[in-house]
Nanobody, 125 residues
């Protein structure tokens, strides 16, 4: 099975940028659809972005369209989430998740089989 480790979170100011990484081990991430989720304090975990395992198709929740970009570098066995123009409402723990041969368009937690431990993103206004 694949193991996922997120990194790149931190404390930033509104308007700043961050790039999160989801590094995979144990399996080749190129055969997995990957999603990014986030969970704000006291709220449900929500889908943020997803990427297909094979054709590069990407999907985003409306609140991040035009600001966030999900991408993958299979040679590095890593999926990224580039976040620009960050807002305080983007604060939360960000998780990456994966499922073999998946489209990456699933928005529910049950759509993904493997999860990382999360990385904290805090945006101060």
């Amino acid at each position: 099975q694949v193991q996922l480790v997120e990194s790149g979170g931190g404390l930033v100011q509104a308007g700043d940028s961050l790039r999160l990484s989801c590094a995979a081990s144990g399996r080749f991430i190129g055969t997995y659809g990957v999603g990014w989720f986030r969970q704000a304090p006291g709220k449900e975990r929500e889908f943020v972005a997803g990427i297909s395992w094979n054709n590069g198709n990407t999907y985003y929740v409306d609140s991040v369209k035009g600001r966030f970009t999900i991408s993958r570098d299979n040679a590095k066995n890593t999926v990224y989430l580039s976040m620009n123009s960050l807002k305080s409402k983007d604060t939360g723990v960000y998780y990456c998740a994966a499922r073999p041969y998946d489209s990456g368009r699933g928005t529910g937690q049950g759509d993904y089989r493997y999860w990382g431990q999360g990385t904290q993103v805090t945006v101060s206004s």
